[in-house]
């Protein structure tokens, strides 16, 4: 198994900070890692993530969890589970505050073979839940 992740403390509610999270056309502007996503952010959709540390790539994933205001997971990989990605996206209301965590977990028999060329995530984690926050806050 492999896994980033990455939490912050947002000063907006979560119905601000989900609107945005929803938003994937707006990604490219607080998000520094994203180059864009294809597809509409819903339940049950395929989305196609397109990100700077592997230019000229689509990832597909599917919105696999969809609890607006609270958590959403994507999910994507190979056939049979030979390798899967799971990203989640939680946020839970502390008062006027709320608290954001992206977190993905790499898995399966193929991450042996494949796990070396997935890049270290742990700066754009930290980037992604900044901008969020950035882009929330304003």
Same mark, same amino acid.
């Given at each position: /198994?492999? @896994?980033? #992740?990455?939490?912050?403390?947002?000063?907006?509610?979560?119905?601000? *900070?989900?609107?945005?999270?929803?938003?994937? +056309?707006?990604?490219? @502007?607080?998000?520094?890692?994203?180059? #864009?996503?294809?597809? +509409? *952010? $819903?339940?049950?959709?395929?989305?196609? $993530? &397109?990100? =700077?540390?592997?230019?000229? +790539?689509? &990832?597909?994933? =599917?919105?696999?969890?969809?609890?607006?205001?609270?958590? /959403?997971?994507? =999910?994507?990989?190979?056939?049979?589970?030979?390798?899967?990605?799971?990203?989640?996206?939680?946020?839970?209301?502390?008062?006027?505050?709320?608290?954001?965590?992206?977190? @993905?977990? &790499?898995?399966?028999? /193929?991450?042996?073979?494949?796990?070396?060329?997935?890049?270290? /995530?742990?700066?754009?984690? $930290?980037?992604? $839940?900044?901008?969020?926050?950035?882009?929330? @806050?304003?």
């Amino acid at each position: /198994m492999k @896994e980033y #992740k990455a939490t912050t403390t947002i000063y907006a509610p979560p119905e601000k *900070i989900w609107s945005i999270l929803i938003d994937g +056309r707006s990604w490219p @502007e607080w998000d520094p890692s994203c180059d #864009k996503i294809e597809g +509409r *952010i $819903a339940a049950g959709e395929t989305l196609k $993530a &397109f990100t =700077k540390l592997s230019p000229g +790539r689509a &990832f597909p994933v =599917k919105v696999a969890e969809f609890v607006p205001g609270q958590k /959403m997971t994507w =999910k994507g990989g190979m056939p049979l589970g030979l390798f899967k990605g799971v990203r989640t996206f939680t946020l839970t209301p502390k008062g006027d505050k709320t608290e954001f965590t992206v977190h @993905e977990v &790499f898995s399966g028999p /193929m991450l042996a073979l494949i796990g070396g060329s997935i890049p270290d /995530m742990t700066e754009a984690f $930290a980037n992604f $839940a900044e901008g969020l926050k950035k882009r929330a @806050e304003r």
